[in-house]
């Protein structure tokens, strides 16, 4: 049915591997028969949450993303660990990053968040119910800060700009 569509890869080269990401050169051949090549991130997935805790408030994160050199609110997010499940990921990454676990779970969808350059997918789960588990358990290169947003909060942060982490706007589309 795409077949019209489809580029079919000839070789495959790993130009760089580092302890996360990896970045490959493929030599494809197009749909026209002519051949290309494709330079790409390969990503282990991840999962972003939609905490929500008992005053009906999103539980956000503020921290600091390198590439872009300043500081960002964003859900509770995290990489999917060689051979877990995506839900025991969710569940793992809510409670280091903020110290709550939820009673509920909802998995809402998947998003392809850098389709040109990255084959990352991000797992979108909803929280609810969220009891304090304990204190947050961050790597040892994590420094987060928590906040709360009511749902409409969180909008208006969206379309004055304060948030604009890809993921974090696509997951609460689903709200």
């Known amino acids: 049915m795409d077949d019209h569509l489809i580029e079919r890869a000839l070789a495959s080269d790993e130009v760089f591997r580092g302890s996360f990401l990896a970045v ?5 051949r197009l749909p026209n028969g002519e051949v290309s090549s494709r330079e790409y991130i390969r990503h282990p997935g991840a999962v972003v949450v939609i905490p929500f805790l ?3 408030k999103i539980l956000f994160e503020r921290q600091y993303r390198h590439p ?8 509770p997010a995290g990489k999917i660990d060689a051979g877990e499940d995506i839900a025991t990921t969710a569940r793992r990454e809510l409670l280091e990053e903020t110290g709550y676990d939820a009673k509920y779970w909802s998995h809402l969808g998947v998003i392809h968040p850098c389709i040109g350059y990255s084959d990352e997918k991000i797992e979108i789960f909803k929280a609810e119910g969220l009891r304090k588990a304990g204190e947050q358990a961050l790597d040892h290169n994590e420094f987060i800060e ?7 909060e969180a909008r208006r942060a969206v379309f004055c700009g304060e948030i604009t982490d890809a993921k974090t706007i696509a997951a609460l589309y689903w709200l």
Do not use: Y
Not at 24 to 28: E, G, I, L
Not at 68 to 75: A, C
């Open 24 to 28: 490959v050169r493929d030599k494809v």
């Open 54 to 56: 008992v005053s009906g």
């Open 68 to 75: 872009l050199g300043r500081v960002f609110i964003e859900l």
């Open 146 to 152: 928590l906040i709360e947003l009511s749902p409409e």
